[in-house]
């Protein structure tokens, strides 16, 4: 943590006055990471700063199982003890994210939850967990909503493009927490899953404004989601103690930057997994950052800006791989 700096913003909600509102911006600081691989040869390997890679044609192919979490909890001595194997998988999934060996663990049934496509499993251990309700600012109108296990933590959002992101609710287990984001996702500005094509452009003009400015836009759109849902048939009694707590303790966002969040202005911002291919076969790039969910790379006299979730559960060819 590098440090916080108190702003006032001024929403305004249709005909009303403009109410103030205090906002915090907490700038951190992304100092170490490492992408996990793993390999044909069975071992997991990373990829960080200084990496070379030389990709094959078309080097970012089908979808692989993320393989499964092992989770344990146990109480010791009036300590909580968390215990996190993972289990790594090659096979495709017919349909979905896990393949039918995964399909039914209880990371599985979790992950499924969490999209949508299962039921509430209060016997899972990854559902006695606490978990955080997140929004993340792209730079345009539109919010992103999510949740996250306490586990993750802000590694959630280095997993996806982002610009700003704030923090809102932590409650006692993922289905309180999966209850209220899509309750908010309700609101017009408001998505769970926003186009990737539309956040990476909310970016770029982010990053060409004032971040006092994107600040603004980003407390002021969250409040105005928020009074939306508390003022329709939607609301919930924890959507009004989130307006209240940012109204009386201010709007807390967060900017996890690094030293090379520059480079993404000039860099070229890939979109999907189309522009990547083109982009990176038979080239050989060395890694530079990962910078606000993209993983900045050096190929020859060009610098991508790839975003991790493209290359995610994803075979990745490639002649070699320089640490």
Known sequence: M????????????GLLPPENYSAFLTNISLRKWEIVTQTTEGIWGTVKKGSELAFVNEPIRERVCPGNNRLTIANEDKNIIINLMREPCWNKPKA????????????????????????????????????????????????KVGTTIILKGFRRFLEQPYYLTSVIYIGN??????????????????????????RIAGIENALSR???????????????????????????????DILGGLKSRGIW????RSDYDDLLKDAILI???????????????SIIYLSRGFLMMSCGSSKLALPYEIIRDREIHVEYVKP
């Not at 049934?109 to 899972?124: H, P, Q, T």
């Not at 769970?192 to 539309?198: D, F, H, I, S, Y």
């Not at 966002?253 to 996890?256: D, H, K």
């Not at 979109?271 to 790039?285: G, I, P, V």
């Open 2 to 13: 590098e440090g916080v700096k108190k702003q006032v913003v001024k929403c305004r909600r």
């Open 96 to 143: 979905g994210v896990f393949c039918p060996k995964h399909f039914n663990t209880h990371y599985g049934r979790y992950i499924r939850y969490v999209f949508g496509s299962e039921k509430e499993d209060v016997e899972n251990p990854f559902f006695k967990l606490p978990a955080l309700l997140y929004t993340i600012y792209y730079g345009n109108d539109q919010l």
């Open 173 to 198: 287990s993922i289905s309180t927490v999966r209850k209220l984001e899509v309750t908010l996702s309700r609101a017009p500005s408001v998505s769970q899953a926003p186009r990737v094509g539309n």
């Open 210 to 240: 004032k971040q006092e400015e994107s600040l603004e836009r980003f407390a002021c759109a969250l409040v105005n989601s928020l009074e939306y849902i508390n003022n329709t048939a939607l609301k919930q009694p924890e959507i009004n």
């Open 253 to 256: 966002i967060y900017n996890i």
């Open 271 to 285: 979109k999907d997994l189309r522009q990547a291919n083109e982009a990176l076969s038979h080239r050989t790039c």
